[in-house]
């Protein structure tokens, strides 16, 4: 046995185990990578984003005063105001003494969306 000499050939050596933080900074790096390259998943999750948390927009159509008016006078306090949009008609009551917006943005109403699915 002694006259042959073993040598292993062309093998690297093993590598040593990767540190968390290292591993953690690559994750990053091909998340930052992925949404650099797919600027559409930034755009629909800013859309989605501000559905959900500034709402829909609605135009102002109808209000009712809380005095009545006389002549061309404008109302300076209503009890309500009808505003169009979205998911159509939404009556909202401002506090005493505000006036009707002419657009606004109005939350989603989750229950509405729920009624339209399930029927």
């Known amino acids: ?12 050596p093993p590598k040593r185990p990767e540190w968390a933080f290292k591993r953690l900074c690559r994750k990053l790096g ?7 390259i797919r600027p559409r998943m930034i755009v629909l999750t800013g859309i989605a ?46 506090a005493y003494g505000e006036r009707c917006k002419l657009v606004t943005f109005l939350p989603l109403d989750f229950n509405k969306l729920i009624e339209g699915v399930l029927k």
């Open 49 to 94: 984003g501000c559905l959900l948390f500034v709402g829909t927009p609605h135009v102002g159509w109808d209000y009712q005063c809380r005095h009545p008016m006389r002549g061309f006078d404008s109302c300076n306090s209503v009890s309500w105001c009808a505003y169009y949009g979205i998911q159509g008609r939404r009556e909202e009551r401002p």
């Open 30 to 36: 091909r998340v930052i990578k992925a949404v650099l």
């Open 1 to 12: 046995m002694s006259k042959f000499d073993i040598k292993v050939v062309g093998a690297k």
